[in-house]
């Protein structure tokens, strides 16, 4: 019995998409009354970016996520869509 062949890298697409999209929805849910819960989320991160100065060149490193509850369910259904394909 042959079995498909997923790739990970198109399981890291589908959850990537999942949350971005899932983050959007979120943020405009918030200005909705009865959707504002979707919004509702945490921050983290580093706070102050990292800088580097090295006289030539200046690099600042900065991380941060935001999640929220729409977020979360976008990256559910791009699991689940990606077990049905």
């Known amino acids: 019995m042959a079995t498909k062949d ?3 890298w198109l399981l890291v697409i589908f959850i990537l998409s999942g949350l971005v999209i899932g983050g959007l929805l979120g943020e405009l849910a918030t200005k909705v009354d009865f959707l504002w819960w979707l919004g509702y989320g945490q921050s983290f991160g580093l ?3 990292i800088v580097l100065d090295l006289n030539i060149v200046t690099v600042t490193f900065g991380l941060m996520f935001k999640v929220n509850i729409a977020s ?3 990256m559910a ?3 689940f869509i990606y077990r049905k394909v």
């Open 77 to 79: 259904i791009a699991i």
């Open 72 to 74: 979360i369910i976008g």
């Open 47 to 49: 706070q102050n970016p």
């Open 6 to 8: 997923k790739s990970v």
